[in-house]
Antibody
């Protein structure tokens, strides 16, 4: 079954760290660019970060640059988001989303064709 | 403030047609493909339109997309109550090296 399953969310105090995981199954994970997208309660979608199929290229939204790190382990079919120095405004549902496949003509993004169900991160004292 | 501009809400009667606009610039819509996502309440987004005007398998032809210059439009015909959702446009911004979304348009089927 082709799917993405996020985990690692929870309640964390401001300034602390959290690591999210996204387990991929049913497709060749190592051939796809992968993204994190978040959605604050009652708000719209906000893109967070992207990593290329082989991990060689990464880009971040300005709002998380220097605090969040995206990574992947292709041997484990897993995407990660390390979140440091968390702020209340980072409170959101975090989705992992699949980008383009290697050789499709797109490199990091054309569209998201597969999304996980999301994991909720709440930053509060 | 979102990089792409959408109307916050649109509405129409069942069976009617509605369009949702998405306005950007040359660094995003003007030079990259646009995609559209539907988010039903409490669920993850789902792609409706990709590469400006293509529909994934399983998406009915009631949904259509177009692009002209730095703007894009999603059209929905034969509106059904099940179409009530939030709709987002998205694309790559070559100046920001980032995916950018519109603020989302809430569709109400009256």
């Amino acid at each position: 079954q082709v799917q993405l399953v996020e985990s690692g969310g929870g309640v964390v105090q401001p300034g602390r760290s959290l690591r999210l995981s996204c387990a991929a199954s049913g497709f060749t994970f190592s051939s796809y660019a992968m993204h994190w997208v978040r959605q604050a309660p009652g708000k719209g979608l906000e893109w967070v970060a992207v990593i290329s199929y082989d991990g060689s290229n990464k880009y971040y939204a300005d709002s998380v640059k220097g605090r969040f790190t995206i990574s992947r382990d292709n041997s484990k079919n897993t995407l990660y988001l390390q979140m440091n120095s968390l702020r209340p405004e980072d409170t959101a549902v975090y989705y992992c989303a699949r980008g383009p496949v290697l050789g499709s003509g797109c490199y990091l993004y054309c569209y998201f064709d597969l999304w996980g169900r999301g994991t909720l991160v709440t930053v509060s004292s | 403030q979102s990089v792409l501009t959408q109307p916050p809400s649109v509405s129409a009667a069942p069976g009617q047609k509605v369009t949702i606009s998405c306005s950007g610039s040359s660094s995003n819509i003007g030079n990259n493909y646009v995609s559209w996502y539907q988010q039903l309440p409490g669920t993850a987004p789902k792609v409706l339109i990709y590469d400006n005007n293509k529909r994934p398998s399983g998406i009915p032809d009631r949904f259509s997309g177009s692009k002209s210059g730095t703007s894009a439009t999603l059209g929905i015909t034969g509106l059904q109550t099940g179409d009530e959702a939030d709709y987002y446009c998205g694309t790559w911004d070559s100046s920001l090296n980032a995916v950018v979304f519109g603020g989302g348009a809430k569709l109400t089927v009256l």
